[in-house]
Every structure is written in C-alpha cells, then in structure tokens.
T-cell receptor, first 116, second 116 residues
Framework: ETGVTQTPRHLVMGMTNKKSLKCEQH?????MYWYKQSAKKPLELMFVYNFKEQTENNSVPSRFSPECPNSSHLFLHLHTLQPEDSALYLCASSQLTRGGSNQPQHFGDGTRLSIL | GESVGLHLPTLSVQEGDNSIINCAYSNSASDYFIWYKQESGKGPQFIID?????DKRQGQRVTVLLNKTVKHLSLQIAATQPGDSAVYFC???????????????FGTGTRLLVSP
C-alpha cells in the first residue's frame, strides 16, 4: 500500500472516446504529479499541482487535461487520444515545504492505457 | 540538457550476493537524489534518498553512495534476495525554478535479476 491509489488499473479506449483517470493520495501531501511511462523511456513529467494550483505543464498536448479539485485528488481527462499515447500513466504526490526541504515523491501503481 | 543515465541495463546476480547499481547524472547543481524500485505491474517504490551534502547513506540492506566529483550515484544492496528482482531507477532533483516545485529527472532504469 503506497498511499497513492489510481483507478482504473487498466483502460482500453478508442481514439474518439473520452475517459478520465483518477488519483487519490492518503498521505496528506500538498503536491501531486502526472507522469507518463513508455517502454524503454525514462519517466516523463506531464503536470504538477502545487497546493491545488497547476505549476507545470510540460508541453503536454491539449488532448490531456488535468484537474485537481483538492489536494488529495487528481484527475487526467483524456479526449481524442492517439495510439502513441498508449502507456502507463503514473500519479505521484509529495510534501513541499516553504523552506524547500527535499522530500521524495510517492507513486501509485498506475493506469495501463491502451489506445485502439 | 539534463539527463540521468544508468551504466548497465541489466544486472544478473545470485541470491546472497551483493548488488551494485550505478547511475551517472549530468547536472552538478542537483542537490537531491532518490532511488526507486519498480516491480512488474506496480509503480515506482521509494527506496532511499540522499542530499548533496552527504556522501553516503544507509538503510535496511541498502546503501547509497554519492560522488559529486564525478557526478556518480550508486545503490548497493546487501545479500540480494529474489524479491529484490525489479527495475531500479535513480532520479535527481534539478535546481528549483521560479515555481518552487520539485522536478525529478529519471534515468531509464536497470533491471536486476536475482537467481536462487
């Protein structure tokens, strides 16, 4: 149990579908992240929410739309995806302090997304 | 650009041996480093971290060594067990930008195979 729960664990969708990925963290953290993990590539940061405010959009296409309604929940809305978007999507959370102390990010087990 | 790399994509060891996984980082201003373990079907799991003002840090059966002179990081696992079989990632925290959030740069990972 990592304290970060992602649903669904697996998702198959067509290119014209709309779906959403959900992430919930039970660690009391104030920052949440979306990452994309493709085969043989390093983890790619997609979005960062710091105190519910989006602070980073790492040049992600607009067909990916994040939403952070509160500090414990994070969504990734998907629309008109492409086959190359098939990957493992990981959510993470961490505790950011005003003093800038270093704390590790804790990951969920991801959603395996397949685009037909 | 910034990058974190691993010297060996696959490391095979016998149960009971000590394992050493290496990592090179490129940003001399990075001040925080993390090792993660990722088992099949799961998200990255935090193992151990180290700040740049330290050279060595020990955990339970694991030790991380940091050599800032050559920008090298290693993870040592003592008495490796079959349950240690996984992909191991190192990550470096890049210098904090204007947003203040923690951006991690990940390597592609080393697969550790432990045979009984």
């Amino acid at each position: 149990e990592t304290g970060v729960t992602q649903t669904p664990r697996h998702l198959v969708m067509g290119m014209t579908n709309k779906k959403s990925l959900k992430c919930e963290q039970h660690l009391g953290h104030n920052a949440m992240y979306w990452y994309k993990q493709s085969a043989k590539k390093p983890l790619e940061l997609m979005f960062v929410y710091n105190f519910k405010e989006q602070t980073e959009n790492n040049s992600v296409p607009s067909r990916f739309s994040p939403e952070c309604p509160n500090s414990s929940h994070l969504f990734l809305h998907l629309h008109t995806l492409q086959p190359e978007d098939s990957a493992l999507y990981l959510c993470a959370s961490s505790q950011l302090t005003r003093g800038g102390s270093n704390q590790p990010q804790h990951f969920g087990d991801g959603t395996r997304l397949s685009i037909l | 650009g910034e990058s974190v790399g691993l010297h060996l994509p696959t490391l095979s060891v016998q149960e009971g041996d000590n394992s050493i996984i290496n990592c090179a980082y490129s940003n001399s201003a990075s001040d925080y480093f993390i090792w993660y373990k990722q088992e099949s079907g799961k998200g990255p799991q935090f193992i151990i971290d180290i700040r740049s003002n330290m050279d060595k840090r020990q955990g339970q059966r694991v030790t991380v060594l940091l050599n800032k002179t050559v920008k090298h990081l290693s993870l040592q696992i003592a008495a490796t067990q079959p349950g240690d079989s996984a992909v191991y990632f190192c990550a470096e925290k890049t210098p904090r930008g204007n947003t203040g959030f923690q951006k991690l740069v990940f390597g592609t990972g080393t697969r550790l195979l432990v045979s009984p």
